[in-house]
């Protein structure tokens, strides 16, 4: 209903008593008549992310009961809402809402269900929380709570989320005394160890999550101890070193999460009878076993094994299973063939110790999404045969001994958003035909055999749309950087909003990871920013220009163009780059003046121009000021306050050799130079104005009449003082 018109609901009926308006799409003002309407009862508006809504501050409607304003956009402050004596149900999550919870909520007698999560809340725990006698329901998780939790005076609480907040200290004795509860989501920082048997006094809880809760095991098990009706568990990083034989009981367990704790050896043979037919999802990752027997789970779909010390043989897995991560074991012996598996999605075998081949029954999977073998020792080639139709949206071959070239048959895989072929010993032209991927997001080629242009052919047209990371380092490539290779890349000019929010890259229980190099250091990202952007061209034979069209990818975050022969000038269309965080243009053989638009690049973090033939000053201002000397060291006619060669205003300074415009400059140019830096002392945005001109323009008198101007009122001027 995005193109209706809020306004359009001011003549509903003032017998209205139910009003749903949740997931419309509805954009604008919401009209505030509607809040005031004598009969309603009802009011949901959830979900319509570009509806504004500003609450009365008097006159609400008094028979309201539900109301509901979640995923909604809040102009104003977060009103009283103490006459609002008949309200059962509240929530207002998702709304980017902070300060303290509002302590009016603790004056309406009969709520029963309140939903604040995703805010950012901050303060202590109301202490209506701990009072109100009707409450059943409340999720305050995913804000930014802090203190401890107080006790509770009340037994009402059937629900109760605090997870995600910066809560810390003991968890109080009375929360056992809440036997009606069936959901507890709670993660405290620092805590005393709380005995985990004390919970199966909470006869009828069903999902309980205590990550991040230091929990201990020092009660004896006794045979009576059980969570009957427990459905889901999770103990993250619980400070756990053994499986809690409370569990043994568990038999309707359809989720378990032990990870991150110090769990090891092997998994004990009672674990196999834990919701045998009702377990989906089984997390251990992060802990010291190194030993599974079996998997008897028939009806498991997700399984996250990573970071343990597994030895092969690895058993069987189910199936129907959805999601296999064994990454980061100590797996060895060949890649196994999980090609019998029909709804397999997701496969990570990566850091491993994996021999053999890629087999080519995975690649031809129908359900496949993401295969990852990276940093494992499998040899020969890539897989030549990619079917047609496939799903495949990350395939990760990083750190391995593949050879021979790139199969063609990539192009079928229309659905890939990630493709890392970095670190192997592929030998090929530039895959330029993977420009036809339309979805192609993350390209990485770095440390290989590469060899040629990337924009020889003819069939180069329209490529790459998709495209934000772009690793071509350390390779063997040469020729010139193309204008139209750089406008091509579309998804680097400008991302669009919806992709500025903070996502990451990924599916369902995998996210990608990418490694980048800023000024000489890789950094692993284990997680893929929607926003972030780079180009890594360095290492490679690429001579000529830098094209002025890199300054149209206005999202670029990191620019490397270091160890190549590029000549030429620093474009200054590289200070529209304003996003950049990082540009490293060092050991190359650019020549002329730092151009002064750089000095707008105010997130510019890291800076490497090293290693050139670049004279003049160095730049002053935002950014510049605090870059050090290794920035600009082997250009010897640099100068600048952070350099040993100073910017003498008396002195010239005489290049050896630096070109502009393809000629060397004569005596006189240089001097012209000299003249330009007497503007330095009475202004450096004024003299690098001048000087700059002077040196790239043909008829400089009209220039050097204003610099005599200036010099002369600067010396007045001096004078005077």
Known sequence: MSTVVPSSFMNISSSLSFLGLFYCDLQGNFPNSIFHLPSLKTLDLSHNHNLIV????????????????????????????????????????????????????????????????????????????????LLRYVDLGFNQLTGTINEFHSKSLEILYLDGNRLHGSIPSSIFELVNLTTLFLYLNNSSATDLYLFSKLNKLKWLDFSHVSLSL????KGNSSFPQLTQLRLSACNLSEFPEILRKSDQLSLLDLSENRIHGRIPKWMWNIGKESLSSLN??????????????????????????????????????????????????????????????????????????????????????VLDVRKNRPHGNIPRAFASGNYLRTLNFNGNGLEGPIPQSLVNCTRLE??????????????????????????????????????????????????????????????????????NLKAMMNLDEEKKKLNYMGVSYYQDSVEVVVKGFGIHLEKILTTFTTIDFSNNNFHGEIPSSIGKLHSLRLLNLSQNSLTGHIPSSLGDLTALEALDLSSNKLIGLIPTQLVSLTFLAKLNLSQNQLVGPILRGNQFETFQNDSYIGNPDLCGFILTNKCNIDEAIQPKSSIFHGEKLSNSGWCEWKIAMMGYGCGLPFGLFIGYQVLTTGKPLWLLRMINRATKRCERSRRRN
């Open 284 to 369: 251990l990752s992060h802990n010291f076993l190194t030993t599974i027997d079996q998997l008897p789970w028939k009806n498991l779909r997700y399984l996250d094994l990573r970071s343990n010390f597994l030895q092969a043989p690895f058993p069987i897995p189910p199936y129907d299973l959805k999601y296999l991560s064994l990454s980061s074991n100590n797996l060895t012996g060949e890649i196994p063939q999980l090609c019998n598996m029909s709804i397999l999605k997701v496969i990570d075998l990566s850091n491993n110790n994996l021999n053999g081949t890629i087999p080519q029954c995975m690649v031809n999977s129908s359900s496949l999404q």
């Open 218 to 221: 020092s009660t004896p098990f």
């Open 54 to 133: 500003v609450f009365p501050k008097v006159n609400w409607s008094s028979p309201l009961e539900v109301l509901d304003v979640s995923s909604m956009t809040f102009s104003g402050e977060f009103s009283p809402l103490e006459n609002l004596k008949y309200l059962t149900d509240f929530a207002a999550s998702n709304c980017s809402l902070n300060g303290l919870v509002p302590i009016s909520l603790g004056n309406l007698p009969n709520l029963v269900h309140i939903s604040l999560y995703y805010n950012s809340f901050n303060g202590s725990l109301p202490s209506w929380l701990f009072t109100q006698p």
């Open 418 to 487: 990630v493709l890392d072929l970095g670190n192997n010993n592929i030998n090929d032209s530039f895959p330029y035909w993977l420009g036809n991927l339309p979805k192609l997001q993350v390209l990485v080629l770095h440390f290989n055999n590469f060899y040629g242009s990337i924009w020889g052919s003819s069939e180069f047209n329209s490529s790459f749309p998709m495209l934000r990371i772009l690793d071509l380092s350390h390779n063997n490539f040469d020729g010139y950087l193309s204008t139209r290779f750089f406008e």
